[in-house]
Structures are given as structure tokens and as C-alpha cells.
């Protein structure tokens, strides 16, 4: 079974408009919930994470997401993108009783001037 | 630079043929994991090892073999090859072995032909 959903394949954003990305994840208990983007040709990097406390986290490059239990979301957001944002989006999951560090299926961003 | 060391970058080989895949984790980092990023597949957790011992298996197929030795550092041995195999695959170190924040590698993108 899908542990993590990331509804969006594919976003196309104009610079300096805003971005949403969509995570959902399955797990009755709340687990660790992070957001990592790969750059073409490169590793993942992390942006944001959250394990517990403030449902509204920041990150690196302007990113921030909130984690929502009602909604087993944690969705991220930026308020204005740059070109250099391009690239692929993943939210990954760790539950609080499993070591496995689980991926979405990714979304491309795609930032037009 | 995440820290973590992934060796070689580029690979390319014959179908039947066997591989190794070396990982350096960043400095300090106890737990390794390998993961294999294919368009069809997205990213697939392997197999995670902690402190020299496994401790969680994903969907690491019976020809893959993997170990953590004592330096920490880790191997992914892959065998009998497919054409299938092709993927990147990254390594990730993370501090404990609840993946609090896993740092991840640049891949070794393998060919197989």
C-alpha cells in the first residue's frame, strides 16, 4: 500500500507566483514527515522536516509546510518562486515504529519566466 | 557537499555481470541506507543498516546483497544483472537509526547493457 501520496505529477508555476505541493500520507499514528528536492543530475536535498510541536515548519530557500492531522497532510509552500526552484519534489515518511525512510512519487516543478 | 560519499558515479556493464556500489556516510552517521531511483519505480527503499547490523528491508530483490562494515562505510553488491537494473542508486546516512534527518549521496547511475 501507498504509504505516502503526492497527488501532483507535474506543476507549472510563474516566477514570483506562489507554489503549493500536495502530501498525504497513510499512517494511523503521526510519523516523521519530511520534503526533499532533487535538482536535476543531483542527490536529494532536505528541505524541511517535521517530528512534532509547531505544525507550521520552516525550511531552507524560503520553504515552509504544515502538517495537518485532520487531513494526514503536510503540504509545502513558497510564497514566491525563483527559476532556480525547478525541480523534483518528494515528501517522505518515517513511522514512529519503522525505520524505513518512504517516498512519494515525486512532483516536477516547472518554473516559466 | 551532504557529506556523504557515493563511489563510483557513473557505471556501466553487461547483463549477468555483478557490481558493487560503495557508500562513505558522513562523518559520524551510524545508520546507511540504499535506495534505487528508476522512472517506472520512483525512488525504492532497499535495505537500511545500523551500527554494522541490518535493520530494515524494503523491496531489495534476492540478486542485491548489501553490508555495513565496521569503518561504517557500506556496500551495495548487485548480481546476475538485468537490463531492468538500470537506476540510480543513492545512499543516505542519518545520525540514529530512526532516519531523523537522512543525508544523501549523488547517486551512482548504473547502465547495464
Known amino acids: 500500500a501507498q504509504s505516502v501520496t503526492q497527488p501532483d505529477i507535474h506543476i507549472t508555476v510563474s516566477e514570483g507566483a506562489s507554489l503549493e505541493l500536495r502530501c498525504n500520507y497513510s499512517?494511523?499514528?503521526?510519523?516523521?514527515l519530511f520534503w526533499y528536492v532533487q535538482s536535476p543530475g543531483q542527490g536529494l536535498q532536505l528541505l524541511l522536516k517535521?517530528?512534532?510541536?509547531?505544525?507550521l515548519v520552516q525550511g531552507i530557500k524560503g520553504f515552509e509546510a504544515e502538517f495537518k492531522r485532520s487531513q494526514s497532510s503536510f503540504n509545502l509552500r513558497k510564497p514566491s518562486v525563483h527559476w532556480s526552484d525547478a525541480a523534483e519534489y518528494f515528501c517522505?515518511?518515517?513511522?514512529?515504529?519503522?525505520?524505513?525512510?518512504?517516498f512519494g512519487a515525486g512532483t516536477t516543478v516547472t518554473v516559466r519566466a | 557537499d551532504s557529506g556523504v560519499t557515493q563511489t563510483p558515479k557513473h557505471l556501466i556493464t553487461a547483463t549477468g555481470q555483478r557490481v558493487t556500489l560503495r557508500c562513505s556516510p558522513r562523518s559520524g552517521d551510524l545508520s546507511v541506507y540504499w535506495y534505487q531511483q528508476s522512472l517506472d519505480q520512483g525512488l525504492q527503499f532497499l535495505i537500511q543498516y545500523y551500527n554494522g547490523e541490518e535493520r530494515a528491508k524494503g523491496n531489495i530483490l534476492e540478486r542485491f546483497s548489501a553490508q555495513q562494515f565496521p569503518d561504517l562505510h557500506s556496500e551495495l553488491n548487485l548480481s546476475s544483472l538485468e537490463l531492468g537494473d538500470s537506476a540510480l542508486y543513492f545512499c543516505?546516512?542519518?545520525?540514529?537509526?530512526?532516519?531523523?534527518?537522512?543525508?544523501f549521496g549523488q547517486g551512482t547511475r548504473l547502465t547495464v547493457v
Open positions: 517522505a515518511v518515517v513511522r514512529s515504529n519503522d525505520y524505513k525512510l518512504s
Open positions: 543516505a546516512s542519518s545520525a540514529s537509526g530512526k532516519n531523523t534527518e537522512a543525508f
Open positions: 517535521y517530528f512534532s510541536g509547531d505544525t
Open positions: 499512517y494511523g499514528a503521526t510519523p516523521y
